[in-house]
């Protein structure tokens, strides 16, 4: 198995651009999340699914976008990139939303000039 | 006032030593704790998680929670130079719900 992957590995965006960061998972997980990380701050919930076709924000939704269409994708949107996305973002899959052991990915290294 | 707080350190400690990470939080509703380390560049991985106060171990590693003092600690015994790494500690109110991290101890261990 793969694991959780995620691409680009890194990417630079101009302010206003758009993008979607890709992640996906071949374990059959229903739940799966996007994070960022940022010095200072800790791992942040942006948005989260429990299932194909099912989302929900997290703690810091504002100017991302997500969908499930299918249990193994879930891609990341921006849709006007701001200086104050730039960050490190993790995608993380597990089978529930409880104790169930949260697999990340290797991380997307986000920098918006 | 954050949910979670964590000593981001660094913390440096000679190899065979006996580490201590410690997270406090406000909510006196969580229940659930983790612990994640992450290495350099790469992705958290799930060290050890508890429900509840008490302890809990696991080789090396042993995870306390004080919900009293709304304390949670890792311990590291005879701490190996592949301990090297960030240390995040998380928490949960209930089965289901988001999980709040620290921002991460750094550790490093020398030879």
Redesign the interface.
Known sequence: NAG?TQTPKFQVLKTGQSMTLQCAQDMNHEYMSW?RQDP??????IH?SVGAGITDQ??VPNGYNVSRSTTEDFPLRLLSAAPSQTSVY?C?SSY????D??Y????TRLTVT | QKE?E?D?GPLSVPEGAIVSLNCTYSNSAFQ?F?WYRQYS??????LM?T?SSGNKEDGRFTAQVDKSSKYISLFIRDSQPSDSATY?C?MSAH?????Y????TSLTVIP
């Open positions: 959780v994070y200072g701050m800790g791992l942040r919930l989260y997290g703690e993790f993380a529930g939303q409880g104790l052991e949260q990340f990915g290797p991380g | 979670v964590q981001p659930y983790m560049r790469k992705g958290p991985e799930l998680y429900y995040l998380a089965t289901g719900n988001q999980f991290f620290g921002t991460g």
